[in-house]
C-alpha cells in the first residue's frame, strides 16, 4: 500500500478518483495503478477521450468474442497425451480469430502436423 501511496504523490486526486469509480464500476477485475492514475498536469479532455477509446475497444472485442467456439482438442490431429494434457490445462480464453486459410491449406497443414508428431515419436522410440 505504501508503493502505491508513493506513485499516487504525483497524480491529480480527484481525477484519479473519478477515473478510479469509473474502472470499478465498468470492469470486473481489479484495477492497476495505470488504470486509474491521472498525472496532475495531465490534459482531462486527453485523458478522457483516451479512457473512451479503450471502452470502445474493449466492447468491440467482447461482442466478436460472445459468439466463439473454441476447436475441439479431440478432432486435432495431435497424440492422446497432448489432448489429455490440452484438456486439463485449458484455460476459457476465447479468441475471435479465424483461420485464413482455405481447405486444401488446412488439410496440408494438418498432414505436414502429423508428419512432424510421427517423426518426433519415430525419434523418440530409437533415443530408449
Known sequence: MR???????????????????QHIKTKKFAPSLADFSIPINSDSEN??????AWE?????VAKEMKNYV?????KMPISD????Y?????????????SKLTV???QERKAF????????????????
Open 3 to 21: 508503493l502505491w501511496s508513493d506513485f499516487l504523490v504525483d497524480a491529480d486526486y480527484e481525477k484519479s478518483k473519478a477515473a478510479l469509480k
Open 86 to 98: 490440452l484438456k486439463a490445462n485449458r484455460r476459457n480464453v476465447r479468441t475471435p480469430f479465424k
Open 56 to 60: 470502445i475497444i474493449e466492447q468491440s
Open 81 to 84: 497425451e497432448l489432448k489429455q
Open 47 to 52: 485523458s478522457q477521450a483516451e479512457m473512451k
Open 113 to 128: 502436423l502429423q508428419k512432424q508428431i510421427d517423426e518426433l515419436a519415430k525419434r523418440e522410440e530409437s533415443s530408449r
Open 104 to 106: 486444401a491449406q488446412e
Open 70 to 74: 473454441p476447436p475441439d482438442v479431440d
